[in-house]
């Protein structure tokens, strides 16, 4: 289906023999370092990053958890594209069509592209916005051009960061083109699926992809539903099972999930279909909290999921969990080596748990025990009003289930 979608597009041969043949080094390009302050307005939907931010810590070789390939340099923006678009060029699109024809057309041109596109249309209500990004279609012209570019590393650009992929899925799923990611994820990828050139990141690529596109059903949300998240895990996840490539079924599948977990970070979902919620549960539990090696981290947010249950809260599995953290100080202890932003979020968890059992009219919300923990948890002398800090060595691969998307969410935000 997709060599049919891009067959318009493949004057210069077959697209995945053309695309694909990644070269396993890359040359470092001179990038450029001051990029941080946006010539335009931040996009209203790009609720996660700062596409401009993204580049210049890229650029500026501070990668962080944004770059997923080892020693990866992304390609430099288009200096004529970025000076057009500072001087507030009323067409961005057609600046990154002029850069195309230039042959210096990068994925972080792109990238600041559809960040001025977004921003001229920033002043339309959302159904008019919606309307605009359907007639004019750049994610999906963008993408068509990472695919069909010649020189291959544009591709890779787009999935070797995060920032990349998210801020290019978001228009892609907005303008309606959303089965041309899905196809992509379900097609063999030679030398993107080569572990022996790229390494984990052969692996990984697929699951981001995926768990940007749960993301962005959740980031796009109006009404208070996570049905369109969920059954994006349920159709990645029967994708890997039904698939017959290694590549597809060694996929990671956690972090899709987890993704959906961190949306409950930062704020609720009521309204979802309370069936579709149960089948998620259950999916969930059996997927994840059943495996022994996996048990602990999972039912921390098994149990949280059932705390915001759209129709039946359940908070004695919460205070199951918060238990086990008074009991164990070397459990809570985990928390206090861990980012402020994380003990901050283990504040917030006790907090609604015990609103939750009082609202029930439960009386084991005035147990002494959680109070104590709460207690416990403020009493911390890094306690979260400082700086977000990290412990050497970096973040714990222990702490997936809080995960680092809520670190940028301020207290005041979470829960809205």
Known sequence: MLAQVYKPHRALGNVT??????????????????????????????????????????????????????????????????????????????????????????????LLCFDAYTAKTSHLPWHERLSLLHRDGPGRSVLLWLLTANDPRHFLDFTA?????????????????????????????????????????????????????????????????????????????HMKERSTLSAI???????????????????????????????????????????????RPYAYNLARFRLHHPRTPD??????????????DSELQRFFNSPVSKRRLLDRFILQTRDVLKSQGDPFHEQPWLIQLLRKVRSDPAHPRGKVLYRKGGIDSNHLYLDTVAESTSARTFGR
């Open 161 to 237: 960061s995060n920032g990349l992929v998210r801020c290019t899925i978001q228009f892609m799923i907005l303008e309606g083109q959303e089965e041309l990611l899905w196809d992509m994820l379900d097609m063999s990828i030679p030398h993107l699926d080569d572990e022996s050139k790229r390494g984990y990141a052969a692996v990984i690529w697929r699951g981001n992809l995926a768990r940007a596109i749960v993301e962005c059903k959740l980031g796009f949300d109006r009404e208070g539903r996570a049905d369109g998240a969920i059954s994006a895990i349920f159709r990645y996840a």
């Open 249 to 295: 079924r060694r996929a990671p599948l956690y972090s899709v999930a987890q993704a959906f977990a961190n949306g409950f970070q930062r704020a609720r979902y009521p309204n979802t279909n309370v069936v579709l919620y149960d089948r998620f549960l259950n999916f969930y539990e059996r997927y994840f909290v059943e495996r022994a090696h996996l048990a």
């Open 17 to 110: 023999a053309l695309c694909f043949r990644v070269p396993h080094h890359r040359t470092a390009a001179p990038g450029i370092r001051k990029l941080s302050q946006s010539p335009f307005p931040r996009p209203v939907y790009a609720n996660w990053h700062d596409p401009l931010a993204i580049v210049a810590k890229l650029q500026a070789g501070r990668p962080g958890r944004a770059l997923l390939v080892p020693g990866h340099v992304l390609l430099p923006p288009d200096p004529a594209a970025v000076s057009q678009l500072q001087q507030g060029s009323p067409e961005p699109q057609q600046v990154f069509k002029e850069s195309v024809d230039r042959g210096t057309a990068t994925a972080c041109t792109a």
């Open 315 to 328: 908070a004695r599995r919460a205070c199951d969990i918060l238990h086990a953290f008074e009991r164990d």
